[in-house]
Structures are given as C-alpha cells and as structure tokens.
C-alpha cells in the first residue's frame, strides 16, 4: 500500500517538501491530498482512532447493512492515494476532549472545534509531524461546511490552539484563507488550490471526476458518532445514570449496538435486534448479567447497572416481549451472571402498551 514516491535531490534540484495529511476516510481529505500531491509534495497519512467513529464493526454486524463495503476508508484513502498511513489510538486522550471541551458541543455531544484542534496539535499532528521531517499540515476543511467547526472565524483558533499556526494548509478552501508559510515560500502553489465554500458537495463531487475517485465514502453527519442526536441522547443517559461523566471504550462500543431501555433508574436493558447483534454482545456475557428465551427465539439481553431480583423479573418480561413467544402466556428465559451461574424461570411476556416509549434511550 505505500509508494515511494520521493526521488534523488542533487544540487539542481529544490529540496522536496513533505506534509502530512489528516485523513479521515472521507472525500474532502482524499481530495485535499490528492491537490498537494499532485503539486509534487510527498505526502503521508495520519489517521486517529477515537473509538467514536462510523465503520467497522457495526456494517459488519447489522443485516440492514450488508450491502455496505465491509472496508477501512482511510485505509481505502491512502491506497487510491499510493501514500503511507500512520494510525494511531488516541482513545484514551480523547477523554478530555469529549468530557470537557474547551470551545464546547455541536448541536449533540460532538466537540468538533475542540476536536480538530486537537488532532492538527497530535499529527500527534504537529509534534508527530516535527519530529518526523514533515513541512507542513494538510486537511480537508471547508469553510462553512460544518456549523461548529468550520467556519471562517473558527479557522485561526484551530491553527492557533493547535500550534500548527501557517504550516496549516487546506487546500479546498485556501484562496478564501490568508496565504500559509507553504503558499509564501512556494512549497505549493496558491493558484492550484481551491475557493470552495458551503454545505454544498458539488465542487467536491466535480474534483473526484476529475482526480477519477469513485466510491468514496460519504457518511451522513461527519464520520463520529457523536454528531449522531440518537447516539448522544444514550451517551448522555449513561453519564446521568452514572452520575458522573466518564466512559470506557466498551461503553462506547455498547452503545452503538442494540435497543437501550431503562425501565428504572438504576439499570438499562440491551436488547439485540438480531442475530448479528446476538453474536457481539455474546462477547460481553463475562462482563454482564444475560438473559436470553429458552422456550422461544429470542435476543440477547445484557442488563447494566445495579437490579435486585424484582428487576431482573422486570428485564426478564421486557426481553420476552421482543422473543418470538411475545404473544405466548409464559416464556422460559434463561438468566446467566458474569461468572457463569445460571437459572431458569417462566415469565409472562410484557404487553407492547407496557413497555413505555420513554423507556427507550
């Protein structure tokens, strides 16, 4: 997957600059690449992992998305790219970000500005960069594209904040943009990049024609889920319930799969919808108390919190009524704790008007 794409320097010949270049996986940083390196810079790939972002796993475990290419997309950026790419896990670090965001949230639990500050200072950006022989930073950023993070008044305090300052060069929307350090000293040249502004993807769908980019991702929202209204309101319910904001990766990972219902304050119900759903939480089964029908096919239930017997009862009921005995008058569940010890009991199923939309996270 990596081409060397750096030549002999002489004497006669100017020194090849190299940058950096975030990507995400999506179109606008494949782009933004692909204008810098076409201008004969060499150009690597950073790529961090948040745990918050939007492929992998979950097309690989629903069936409503089986027709989804099954594929890393930054992976997939920097093989059309011919490009090197560095990934690295910043999950634990990214705690901070998203628990006390300095510039605070999007319209969801999303701190975008915070965010992008943050990797442009990572790329572990600029010291990464530094350290590793790099001129200047490249990403994908459009000026009014998104609504927190990238607006023309927001685009200094990324360069700022993340001490970047003007080796921070976006291509797309650079001519709307005070000319970089890159543009001053010609490393590349101000009259190749682009102008491009607004929500529109026009001008980006017309340059992937023109580079010949086809298939590239396009995820609804950014590429986090925490620009996803429903993902925060259950990332929300867990630090209230809580009562504390903190998480760990398998909180996040959880949260991306299943039904969440809290019948009580003092526990929630992760109720697999189908068998794929089934299979992953499985691997959770050491961590939590599972209930699962005997009687009838039915999901997987991991229950999550504090719950005396009464509650499992409760939890018992509710998993039933998504078994295929929901309209039976008993159903045998099978409760199972995180050692291993387990009991059988027959409940009657909950009548769907029983289960209250509010239960729902």
């Known amino acids: 997957m990596t081409l060397d794409t750096s030549s002999q320097n002489t004497s006669n010949q100017p020194k090849q600059r190299k940058a950096v270049a975030?990507?995400?996986g999506g179109l606008d940083s494949l782009l933004a690449a692909k204008v810098v390196?076409?201008?004969?810079?060499?150009?690597?790939g950073i790529n961090f992992y948040t745990g918050f972002c939007v492929e992998g796993h979950t097309h690989a475990i629903r069936k409503k998305d089986k027709d989804k290419q099954k594929r890393n997309n930054a992976l997939w950026v920097a093989e059309q790219l011919g490009i090197k790419l560095h990934i690295i896990d910043i999950s634990e670090e990214y705690k901070d970000i998203v628990l006390n965001p300095k510039h605070g949230y999007g319209a969801n639990l999303n701190p975008c500005l915070d965010c992008k500050i943050f990797m442009v200072n990572q790329a572990q950006a600029w010291a990464w960069a530094e350290e590793n022989g790099f001129d200047f930073i490249i990403t994908g950023e459009v000026i009014?594209?998104?609504?927190?993070?990238?607006?023309?008044?927001?685009?200094?305090?990324i360069a700022r904040e993340s001490g970047a300052d003007d080796r921070l060069l976006r291509p797309l929307c650079a001519k709307n943009l005070i000319p970089t350090l890159p543009e001053r000293e010609g490393w590349v040249n101000r009259d190749e990049l682009y102008d491009f502004s607004g929500r529109s993807r026009k001008p980006q769908f017309e340059l992937a024609k023109k580079f010949g980019f086809e298939d590239f991702a396009q995820p609804a929202g950014?590429?986090?889920f925490l620009t996803d209204a429903n993902y925060s309101k259950k990332l929300a319910d867990l630090w209230d319930a809580r009562g504390e904001r903190r998480y760990e990766l398998d909180d996040i990972m959880l949260?991306?799969?299943?039904r969440h219902i809290r019948p009580?304050?003092?526990?929630?119900?992760?109720?697999?919808?189908?068998?794929?759903?089934n299979n992953f939480l499985r691997g959770y089964k050491k961590q939590f108390t599972?209930?699962?029908?005997?009687?009838?096919?039915?999901?997987?239930?991991?229950l999550d919190g504090d719950f005396d017997k009464d509650d499992i009862k409760l939890a018992a009921q509710i998993a039933a009524r998504y078994s295929g005995g929901k309209n039976a008058e008993q159903v045998t569940v099978q409760v199972e704790n995180y050692k291993g010890t387990s009991y059988v009991m027959d409940i009657p199923p909950m009548d769907a008007d029983d289960v209250k939309q509010e239960w729902h996270v």
């Open 264 to 277: 009580k304050k003092n526990f929630k119900l992760i109720v697999s919808r189908e068998e794929g759903e």
């Open 290 to 302: 599972s209930i699962h029908t005997v009687s009838h096919g039915g999901p997987l239930t991991l």
């Open 222 to 224: 950014g590429c986090c």
């Open 22 to 24: 975030l990507i995400s």
């Open 255 to 258: 949260l991306k799969v299943g």
């Open 144 to 157: 009014g594209q998104r609504p927190k993070s990238q607006r023309k008044e927001t685009m200094p305090i």
């Open 37 to 44: 390196q076409e201008q004969g810079v060499h150009v690597e």
